[in-house]
């Protein structure tokens, strides 16, 4: 659209409006237009004008207004009773489909909490019941060192409150446990039974263990390790592993089996494990070299997937999301977080709201659908790709080779797999 | 991916319900740090601030509080180049503004008492 034909579809969109407020109105977009052209002058006067609201939308969104203050200044006065409501309704909708790209971190912070309070139910249970001696409690100088046969052990509990946990494989037939208090007695419980050891610290505060290291046998078919505020750092453990923590950080190295991760502050690290789902309510989430799938989910963290032998998913409502090498499917959502997908070799599946989205599939493409608010999307595809591609944008902008309009589907090479992309007011760009 | 879906749909009404009278508050306090501006130049300040607002929802919102008697606009025509179309804010809005802005205060300081509450 030139500027001459946006500024006449304007005026007659503002037909109700009176004249000289009309002509007014008119008058600034001109201004603006040419402001624009005056500020941007490698690019064209259509493409400039392209990228403004609609005139319609435009013409909603002031009558709109314009409805709303005649109401409330002059109270009963009859002005277009009928007609109003349905511009109010259409300048609602224009606003839900072109003015989106307003970012309100705080809001999205307290979206944030709330995620964390309906979704996230970590069942930290750390309520160990009133604290003191018990029966069964063993008490060590600073220091408590327990041994325990490996012989008919299936699984061990461990739950503490602030001490730095280590576990690591032990080199003999039994599982080791040493507990360190720096400033004084440190207190625990142990309970066995049915093939379960469960150790659990007694006392929080000044009897509370600063350091834990616990030596797992090779027999062992489930840890779980809970702390409240302690890190959690496993090396070399092969049984299924469940670990919790309220604002500890969890790092994970060379755990084959699967991983369950959850916490509420605290940030994961895992590199080189079997199978990976975490939920986090603001922790951060990175993961490189995952043999089987990986999930994470963060409220307000951002999450980045490395190298993922099954498929993966990211999900986050105000972090960012990243895939980076995945052979089977990738799936990514965000909110407010930007998304940036690479390298999948299964089928791609991302949503967006005011983040953007990027998709490297320049090393090979199996079908994507990508979908955002007000984020742009760019994709790349192989120089060689056959795919569908079909694209559609209420207000966005399109670059995209032999693409025309705001919605529309093109064959590449021999056609095949699609790439569907959807946005309401974001960029969409493809390349290949 | 329910809740994401229900909270993304929610999270989009409530913002779209939520801005436009922050962005009232948000054109009022540009005005007055800057004495006057015009259109453009006010978009690219929201956005440099960290609000993207579009012509679409500036340009009405600035006609409104004209018409609503907070703004006072005027046509300036330079030896070279454009009109442009300057906006200040009126003595009414100078008071519009005051009381904007302590309102928000104590809706923020109240939020912050609330969340503070419930820890």
Known sequence: MTAREYLEALRSALASMEPGERDDFVKEMESHIDELKERHPEKGEEELVDALTPPDALAAELTDGKGRGDRQEAGGRERGHDGSGARHARGSRAEGLSGLGVRLRDALETLGHKLEGLDLDLDLNLDLGPLGPKEGDRYGEGEIEKVFPADGLDAIRLEAFSAEVRVLPSSTAEARFVARGERGAVNFAFEQESGELAIIERSAGRHAADEIRLELPGNLVRARVVTRSGDIALEGIACELELKTASGDVEARSCPGALSIETISGDVDAQEVGTLAVRTASGDVSASGVSGSAAARSASGDIELERVGGDAAGESASGSVGIDTCAGRAAARAISGDVSVSGVGGRVTVGASSGSVELDSSRGFSGAEISTVSGNVYVELPADVDAELAWSTVSGGITIEGAHGKRGSLALGAGGEGLVIKTASGDIGVDW | ?119
């Open chain 2, 1 to 119: 991916m329910d809740e994401m879906d229900a909270a993304m749909a929610l999270v989009e009404k409530w913002r779209s319900q939520s801005r436009k009278g922050f962005l009232d508050l948000c054109a009022l306090s540009l005005l007055a740090s800057r004495d006057e501006s015009y259109g453009l130049d006010m978009m690219e300040a929201l956005a440099q601030a960290g609000l993207e607002v579009s012509e679409g929802t500036l340009y009405p919102l600035l006609a409104r509080m004209t018409r609503e008697g907070s703004l006072s606009p005027s046509w300036t025509t330079p030896e070279t180049g454009h009109p442009r179309k300057y906006y200040r804010l009126s003595p009414t809005g100078q008071l519009v503004l005051a009381a904007m802005r302590e309102e928000f205060d104590r809706n923020v300081a109240a939020l912050r008492r609330i969340e503070g509450g419930t820890r």
